[in-house]
């Protein structure tokens, strides 16, 4: 199921349903049976309330077993979020790194002739395209400073344990670029994906990366920010 579809599902539950019902334990267990093929259920019903006891090898473990219907998708990303990334990409730079890349179909979108690619997961998924690829997690990242012209990270950063540590690692190794997608997605404890951040409106996005010049526009149900990461309030 694409993600323009879930979107659309996901929009006519949190919007329409009565949060009494949206967010009702017994409601939302056959959704999440469903979407977690029948295992351990109860570790992705808790996961809002467990995972910040996690220790990184816990949360590396989770994303490396967890078994769902979002993962054997194609991407996370809506059709129309891509060409919107894909007209704006800085044309001056060569190199690009995807944190969180996956299993590369967005590494796969990109001209190849043009860019210099590479990929970072805290697992190797890559199966649309062939390039460079690094282990890593976003929080501590295995790159220099300014290591690539352009850093892109979709579908992650509502993941992650540490926003503003994983901010800091996507300001740091970038150069020229940073391009970020995050659903834009209201708060539910019963969510069916794994998320702990939430974004419904711009603002804690944009205040979490802190930057002067930036443009944040909500695509088909999901914030695109793109900022220039030598553009700190300090700068």
């Not at 078994?67 to 998708?73: D, G, K, P, T």
């Not at 540590?165 to 019963?190: C, D, G, H, S, T």
């Not at 998320?195 to 802190?210: A, E, T, Y």
Request: proline share 4%.
């Amino acid at each position: 199921m694409n993600r323009t579809i879930t979107n659309a599902i996901r929009f006519v539950m949190d919007e329409f349903l009565p949060p009494v019902i949206r967010d009702n334990r017994i409601f939302m267990y056959p959704f999440f049976y469903l979407a977690f093929k029948g295992k351990n259920i109860k570790r992705a019903m808790n996961l809002k309330s467990e995972i910040w006891d996690y220790t990184e090898e816990d949360y590396i473990k989770l994303y490396q077993e967890q078994e769902s219907i979002s993962r054997s998708r194609v991407t996370d990303l809506n059709e129309k979020s891509i060409k919107f990334m894909l007209e704006r990409l800085d044309p001056g730079s060569k190199t690009i790194l995807d944190v969180g890349c996956g299993n590369g179909y967005w590494l796969s979108r990109l001209d190849q002739s043009k860019y210099d690619i590479a990929g970072c997961d805290i697992k190797s998924n890559i199966r649309y395209t062939d390039c460079k690829f690094y282990e890593g997690h976003l929080e501590h990242l295995p790159f220099e400073d300014n290591a690539f012209d352009i850093v892109t990270c979709h579908h992650t950063l509502e993941h992650v344990i540490h926003p503003q540590k994983a901010v800091a690692e996507l300001k740091r190794v970038a150069k020229n670029q940073i391009v970020v997608v995050v659903p834009k997605q209201r708060y539910f404890y019963y969510t069916l994906d794994e998320h702990v951040n939430f974004f419904p409106i711009s603002g804690p996005l944009v205040k979490l990366f802190d930057l002067k010049e930036y443009s944040c526009d909500n695509v088909w149900g999901d914030w695109v920010f793109i900022g220039n990461p030598s553009s700190g309030q300090d700068a």
